[in-house]
């Protein structure tokens, strides 16, 4: 039996990372490493720090990452890509260059026989109203278009230096675990379970921290970390779901 993989928040290209190159390595470098013991990879979103498909346009770079992708795909493997608040904007092109398969929503999927979960996590649970404004412009579909008119000199330019803003607000590290009562998240998932006990495992990216939580009917919840400061992601072996933290030249698949 072959594992499943969770991981997020690479936020590649980001203007506020000295690395950005070397980061780009790592994370195709761990993909390289698991790709003979992986069934299927889950990509929580936010894996780009700005992504917006034009037309006939999409951003420039990212030629390793996306040439992995598309070699794990083409071997059989299942990678899956959940957009988050940084990369809302796709549409096909992962699916029809990298054989991807796109989700932009929550899902709730049934893995070797336990029901997971899955999302990035952006605006669930959140009492933030600037943020679920912005956010419920972002999604709304005139304010594509809108922007999509932009050349994308200027459309891709502007994300990526307002991605870096975003970032810069939340330096040198993420907000620590704020506790059961006040994370969204797990607010969110104690909520759900109420209605839906079934579900054994939570994953979420989103807040770039990492959790392991035990929650009400035997359940668990997940936050993911980030391939930012953390390199954490999570395997699935059928039985087992456990947390690890990759370590380049001494992780083993």
């Known amino acids: ?27 195709v470098n761990f993909l390289d490493n698991i790709k003979r013991s992986a069934a299927a990879v889950y990509m929580l979103g936010d894996m780009f720090d700005f992504w917006f ?26 990678v899956h890509y959940f957009t988050g608040n940084h990369d809302m904007w796709m549409h096909d092109y992962l699916e029809r ?7 932009r929503k929550d899902s709730v999927v049934e893995l070797y026989g336990k029901v997971f979960y899955l999302a990035h996590g952006d605006g669930l649970g959140s009492r933030d109203r600037r943020f679920l404004f912005l956010r419920s412009m972002f999604h709304n579909p005139v304010c594509q278009r809108l922007f999509a ?6 459309g ?10 975003s970032r810069m607000k939340h330096e040198p590290a993420e907000p620590d675990y704020f506790g059961e009562d006040k ?11 109420e209605t839906h006990p079934d579900v054994n495992y939570f994953i979420f990216g989103h807040r770039h921290i ?21 390199f954490t992601y999570a395997v699935f072996d059928g039985e087992h779901l456990f947390m690890e933290r990759y370590i380049e030249g001494e992780t083993q698949p």
């Not at 260059?97 to 989700?103: D, K, L, N, S």
């Open 53 to 78: 498909e034009y037309k006939n346009v999409v951003p420039k770079g990212f030629t390793r990452f996306l040439g992995k992708i598309s070699e794990l795909t083409d071997s059989g493997v299942e």
């Open 97 to 103: 260059e990298c054989g991807v398969v796109m989700h």
């Open 149 to 154: 008119a932009l050349h994308p000199r200027w």
């Open 210 to 230: 990492e959790l392991d939580l035990e929650l009400p009917h035997e359940a668990r919840m997940l936050v993911l970390g980030d391939w930012v400061r953390l």
């Open 183 to 193: 994370e969204d998240l797990v607010v969110y998932a104690k909520g759900y379970l």
């Open 156 to 165: 891709v330019d502007f994300g990526l230096n307002w991605a870096k803003h």
């Open 1 to 27: 039996m072959k594992n499943i993989y969770f991981l997020s928040d690479a936020h590649l290209g980001c203007r506020a990372l000295k690395h950005r190159r070397m980061q780009e390595r790592r994370l």
